[in-house]
């Protein structure tokens, strides 16, 4: 298996390609949030009214172009957060990607630490500023307790997005086609799925299981709108599928997009833990795996601005433990270099058994600042 991406690689590079030239570049951005929140009485003693967030990113590539058709390019992507509540990067509090990518007349190929096929292809409902529709940051100001992730636990109850996001960014081998009349079709390798930015508790059984991702991404122009669609296939540890699919709308200024996603078992070797099994294991660590998710928003960008409108919705097929989440958020980009922002949500989380530790309900306001560089 380590011999066959080196191969695939070198397959995609011309064997008498001329002297080329090299390219290199850094980017980032950085961010700070600061938010008021409003939870039902009874909630009150798991959240602080006023809480903040930050988190940064810093990008850094070197590409080498052997001609128009033939190049490969090096990703170091590092990223970190201070007081977020899901610690979620490949190290908990900080994280690193790093891959490499070949281009050729035949396709692109990818290796390395990098979000499977499914995760780059899908739109699902259109994001602005803070607060995303899906994994959404609104997690940081009204804790979820079905979504857990921190140096003692790992929990997921519900599916917290509509695209295939179960193996987070472990290393992998993807794959996608050629451009065929503006669709294309991709496949992900993923040797051992368990990573922090996916789902996967690591005292699981199936934690150092395989995983397969193909998905089809198609974008057209219909004259009265511009359509992107995608479609999307997964199985996890032999048992576990995944589907999931997006589409998004767009006309003039406006954009009107949702996604969908729904998971279940299908076999015996490695049923759902709806009990505890170990002291090492939160009761409904797994309860993702069988269950389903969608959003739809609708979203307005006009030169500097953009807003969007969105709804979210995940619930487990076993169990009463649900998600809902309702948000509005602005984004107004100053320059180049600064964005604002300013968000309101309202929140539904509901655990297994209604109890108060299980379950989260109230307001949020958001506002904060972005820096690109």
């Given at each position: 298996m380590k011999i066959i991406p080196a191969v695939m690689l070198l397959a995609l590079i011309p064997c008498g390609a001329a002297a080329g030239e090299w390219s290199f570049?850094?980017?980032?951005?950085?961010?700070g949030l600061y938010g008021y929140?409003?939870?039902?009485?009874?909630?009150e003693k798991q959240d602080r009214n006023n809480d903040g967030s930050g988190r940064a990113e810093v990008n850094f590539s070197a590409a080498y172009a052997f001609n128009d058709e033939y190049g490969f390019s090096l990703n170091l992507d590092l990223m970190g957060g201070i007081n977020q509540e899901l610690q979620n990067y490949n190290q908990g509090r900080w994280g690193e990607e790093a891959y490499a990518i070949a281009d050729s007349p035949y396709g692109r190929l990818m290796l390395g630490q990098t979000f499977n096929v499914d995760a780059q292809f899908h739109e699902g409902a259109p994001a602005a500023g803070a607060l995303g529709s899906s994994n959404s940051e609104i997690v940081d100001f009204i804790v979820n307790p079905n979504w857990k992730r921190n140096a003692h636990t790992a929990k997921f109850a519900t599916l917290n997005t509509t695209y295939i996001n179960t193996d987070g960014v472990a290393p992998k081998i993807s794959y996608i086609s050629p451009d065929f009349y503006n669709t294309v079709l991709g496949v992900?390798?993923?040797p051992d799925a368990y990573n922090r930015r996916g789902l996967i508790n690591k005292f699981a059984s199936y934690e150092k299981d395989d995983a397969y991702i193909v998905s089809l991404y198609t974008a057209q122009e219909l004259?009265?709108?511009d359509l992107t669609a995608t479609l999307g296939y997964g199985a996890f540890h032999d048992d576990d599928k995944e589907m999931s699919a997006s589409l998004s709308l767009r006309r003039g200024n406006w954009t009107l997009g949702g996604g969908w996603r729904k998971t279940y078992i299908d076999g015996r070797d490695t049923r759902m833990s709806l009990n505890r099994p170990s002291d090492r294991l939160p009761e409904y660590f797994d309860g993702y795996r069988e269950g389903r998710a969608w959003n739809i928003g609708l979203g307005y960008e006009i030169g500097p601005y953009k807003a969007a409108l969105t709804y979210f919705e995940s619930k487990a097929h076993n169990t009463d433990n649900q998600d809902k989440i309702i948000a509005f958020s602005n984004q107004y980009r100053l320059n180049k270099y600064i964005d604002i922002y300013l968000a309101a949500a309202h929140v539904d989380f509901e655990g297994a058994d209604g109890t108060t530790n299980g379950s989260n309900k109230g307001y949020a306001f958001v506002t904060g600042l972005g820096l690109n560089f």
């Open positions: 570049d850094v980017s980032g951005y950085a961010s929140s409003d939870v039902s009485e009874r909630f992900s390798y993923v004259g009265f709108t």
